[in-house]
């Protein structure tokens, strides 16, 4: 006896087939994840030592793990409540191994171009004064966001105003960014929050 299958039954077979997640994960190609966006122009040349009135900038990496180490540990409570507002970085806690896996991090994203890390040194290299950020904005409607700080022994000696003042002009001559935030600074915590929240709500 011939088996006889209907058109309807076909066309359901047809559906379900098409249907199926599984061969429908296997007919659709794979979807390309898309690099993220340069935080500068591939043609931009990144500053790599800058020297200032009485510091330079050399960008964060492996080779200052110890001076940026022993800076920020020196002055835990001024900078958490200074810079991170918080008490997860830094702390007490800190390992050898933390601080340099933070340091290939920094250098990682340097040269991938995503973030600039600097650490703020004296001439002689000897000592890391604080750090200079530039990095993605995470509020909408700037180019850029440039964060610093400086130990609590600089900040005491006036070293954080100059630093601000120096980091303002040099941001604005040298890099290629039309609007900049400076979160707590030239936009205070309390605003720079809300533009946060506001932009996560959408």
Same mark, same amino acid.
């Given at each position: 006896?011939?088996?006889?299958?209907?058109?309807?039954?076909?066309?359901?077979?047809?559906? /379900?087939?098409?249907?199926s997640? /599984?061969?429908?994960?296997?007919?659709?190609?794979a979807?390309? !994840?898309?690099?993220?966006?340069? %935080?500068?122009? /591939?043609?931009? &040349?990144?500053?790599? %030592?800058?020297?200032?009135?009485?510091? &330079?900038?050399?960008?964060?990496?492996?080779d200052?793990?110890?001076?940026?180490?022993?800076?920020?540990?020196?002055?835990?409570?001024?900078?958490?409540?200074?810079? =991170?507002?918080s008490? =997860?970085?830094?702390?007490p806690?800190?390992t #050898?191994a933390?601080?340099? &896996?933070?340091?290939?991090?920094?250098?990682?994203r340097?040269?991938?171009? &995503?973030?600039? /890390?600097y650490? @703020?040194?004296?001439p002689?290299?000897?000592?890391?004064?604080?750090?200079?950020?530039?990095?993605p =904005?995470? !509020?909408?409607?700037? #180019?850029?966001?440039?964060?610093m700080?400086?130990?609590?022994?600089?900040?005491? +000696? *006036?070293? #954080? +105003?100059? %630093?601000?003042?120096? @980091?303002?002009? $040099?941001?604005?001559?040298? $890099?290629p960014? !039309?609007?900049v935030?400076?979160? *707590?600074? +030239?936009?205070? $915590?309390?605003? $720079?929050?809300?533009?946060?929240a !506001?932009?996560?709500?959408?």
């Open positions: 006896m011939g088996l006889r299958i209907s058109g309807a039954a076909l066309a359901l077979a047809a559906l /379900a087939l098409a249907s997640p /599984a061969l429908a994960q296997t007919a659709a190609p979807a390309t !994840a898309q690099p993220a966006p340069l %935080l500068v122009p /591939a043609d931009f &040349k990144v500053p790599t %030592l800058v020297e200032g009135p009485g510091f &330079k900038l050399v960008p964060l990496g492996p200052l793990v110890k001076v940026d180490f022993d800076a920020y540990m020196s002055s835990i409570e001024h900078l958490q409540k200074t810079f =991170s507002r008490t =997860s970085w830094p702390h806690g800190i #050898d933390d601080a340099m &896996k933070d340091m290939e991090g920094e250098q990682a340097f040269q991938a171009r &995503k973030s600039f /890390a650490g @703020v040194l004296t002689d290299g000897k000592r890391e004064m604080g750090s200079v950020y530039v990095s =904005s995470r !509020a909408p409607g700037y #180019d850029a966001m440039v964060r700080w400086v130990t609590k022994a600089d900040y005491d +000696a *006036g070293f #954080d +105003a100059q %630093l601000y003042a120096w @980091v303002q002009a $040099w941001v604005a001559k040298e $890099w960014f !039309a609007r935030a400076y979160p *707590g600074r +030239a936009i205070a $915590w309390d605003e $720079w929050d809300a533009k946060l !506001a932009a996560k709500a959408k």
